[in-house]
């Protein structure tokens, strides 16, 4: 699809003797959304904001060398072996070795007279670069003003890495005006290195507005507009994400030390076998270690690192590289709590910057991005209950009334039952109209469309048979819970939530054993299942059909009873 944008001017930075003045530039074409106020600690703003454009032009996806200018080369010495073996004589010989003598002289000289061209174009490579920025990337960052703090999201090239930076409002000074709303914001390369300069003897005025710093002439505004071929799932990485946030992560409390001591090992060694992966060993009450593969060395963490969980785990993750972008925010940390979703899946990193938040959510590995068609349908864990078109609004006005709020508090106000209210979420986060704040626990307004939210848009994502038929293991969970070839042998209520174990027999036939871990906040913990498909893939490449046909079943038990419950 086309998404279109359109800047009243470009963002920049205006650095003076006392005073720096930042602007972004925001798309005109969305919601009105602006903030104005007085930076009170720039040097931690500055620092968060380099952070969050690392992970913007990052790309470490595998890239094969490219080898055209050796397989000329050789060509070329086939070449001239093959022309050599027709000169038996000596002197023949001879001339052809001051022949080539004489030719490799020519190529210097002509490096030489070219040498103020390749210059040239080489500035004009770098000019295009950075002025034509949305050829480069996909997405413009996200900026989104709340009634208590501005955030930024933000994909890294390779599509492999989420951040998001939240700003509380007691950074500031001083906030003369904001209204919330969400908007892309132009974040140029130029205006990214103009950042760096931010100083904390400079009184630094932050500003989010459409004009930006623009460039006036007479009797005309000035514009920037640009329009991105995007394909249709472009903005399936948002529902990953919060699809992932919102199960039932492993948290794990670091201290800032813990984590340079596992990037300085990293920085200072470098592999080229496998196996590379960071691996975290969790034992119930005792301090957490993280082994590095393929060295086995062991770092063991701070004694405020204490694993809380009730039984051992082993959780391997990949992709470690792309820690590094951390590294300049160590310094500043306050302390970082690490979400983990099970062996191979994401991981998620949640730095405390005191009135900043920064989040960093890494895929399973680097080629396993967020929004390719190949990864992981975690959405699919997070449905719950069959929910109206009417509900949906009902849950997306009341969002969009109070900004931000807990599942149990929306759930108040729109006199729908608990899972009702999460299910109604659980929809909105997955078409880009709110999202889940790990850091805060609460759920946020956050529309990723210029298009208003409607009934009939609420009818399309709640379209039970047109939303699972996106997988072919949500379809045939549908109909395995439709036929009744599932069955909950056992639904025990414990302390920590739900423990389901049951049968479900697939389309070939054979009865498998699936089991599922649910919080008391109905987040998937745990699943497993003895079939073929989870065998070879665990939760990598989604759940199969039998984790979600029991997902299914104890959801139907949990409508019947949230219905005679009420909330």
Avoid at 68 to 73: Q, S
């Amino acid at each position: 699809m086309i998404v279109q944008f359109q800047y009243q001017g470009q963002s920049g930075i205006l650095n003076g003797l006392r005073e720096t003045q930042v602007g972004f530039a925001t798309n005109t074409l969305r919601e009105l959304a602006f903030f104005k106020g007085v930076l009170g600690q720039p040097v931690v703003f500055r620092e968060a904001l380099a952070a969050l454009h690392q992970v913007v032009v990052s790309d470490l996806k595998y890239k094969p060398r490219d080898r055209f200018a050796f397989r000329t080369w050789l060509e070329q010495q086939d070449q001239q072996f093959l022309a050599s073996l027709g000169f038996k004589t000596k002197d023949a010989l001879e001339k052809i070795e001051k022949l080539s003598e004489k030719l490799r002289e020519l190529d210097r000289l002509r490096e030489h007279r070219m040498k103020l061209f390749y210059d040239a174009r080489e500035q004009y490579f770098q000019y295009v670069l950075q002025h034509e920025y949305e050829a480069n990337y996909l997405f413009d960052p996200v900026i989104t003003v709340h009634p208590d703090e501005i955030s930024f999201e933000a994909f890294s090239k390779d599509e492999s890495s989420y951040a998001r930076l939240a700003a509380k409002y007691s950074l500031f000074d001083k906030i003369d005006s904001f209204e919330c709303g969400t908007t892309n914001i132009d974040f140029s390369a130029k205006l990214a290195r103009e950042l760096e300069r931010m100083r904390t003897y400079r009184r630094t005025t932050f500003d989010i507005a459409a004009s930006g710093f623009t460039v006036t002439t007479t009797g005309a505004g000035s514009h920037k507009e640009k329009k991105i071929d995007l394909p249709e799932s472009w903005v399936q990485g948002f529902h990953q994400v919060h699809s992932v946030m919102s199960l039932g992560l492993t948290r794990i409390h670091l201290d800032p030390m813990d984590l340079f001591n596992l990037l300085r090992f990293l920085h200072s060694h470098k592999v080229k076998r496998s196996p590379r992966a960071l691996r975290f060993e969790l034992q119930p009450n005792q301090r957490v270690k993280a082994v590095i593969e393929p060295w086995e060395h062991v770092i063991e963490f701070s004694e405020r690192s204490v694993f809380e969980g009730a039984k051992p785990m082993s959780v391997r993750t990949w992709g470690r590289e792309r820690l590094k972008v951390l590294a300049r925010l160590i310094p500043i940390a306050k302390s970082i709590d690490l979400y983990l979703a099970g062996f191979g899946l994401p991981s998620i990193y949640v730095l405390d910057l005191g009135e900043l938040t920064f989040t960093l959510a890494l895929s399973g590995w680097t080629d396993n991005d967020w929004t390719g068609a190949g990864s992981a349908k975690f959405d699919l864990l997070s449905r719950r209950l069959s929910i109206g078109p009417s509900e949906v609004m009902s849950i997306y006005e009341t969002l969009k009334k109070v900004r931000f709020s807990t599942d149990i508090s929306l759930s108040n106000e729109t006199g729908l039952g608990l899972e009702k209210t999460r299910s109604g979420l659980s929809y909105l986060c997955q078409v880009g109209r709110g999202m889940y704040d790990l850091g805060g626990k609460v759920y946020r307004h956050r529309e990723l469309f210029a298009d208003p939210f409607t009934v009939k848009e609420a009818a399309k994502v709640t379209n039970t048979s047109k939303v699972e038929d996106q997988t072919p293991q949500a379809k045939a969970a549908r109909q395995i819970f439709v036929k009744g070839d599932v069955f909950l042998t056992a639904r025990r209520k414990v302390s920590t939530g739900y423990k389901l174990s049951g049968s479900a027999k697939g389309a070939d036939g054979l009865r498998v054993r699936p089991l599922l871990s649910l919080d008391l906040d109905g987040q998937v913990t745990e699943a497993t299942c003895s079939c073929n498909y989870y065998q070879a893939h665990g939760l990598t490449k989604g759940p199969c059909e039998h984790i979600l046909s029991l997902r299914l079943a104890h959801m139907a038990k949990l409508e019947t009873e949230d219905a005679k419950g009420g909330n």
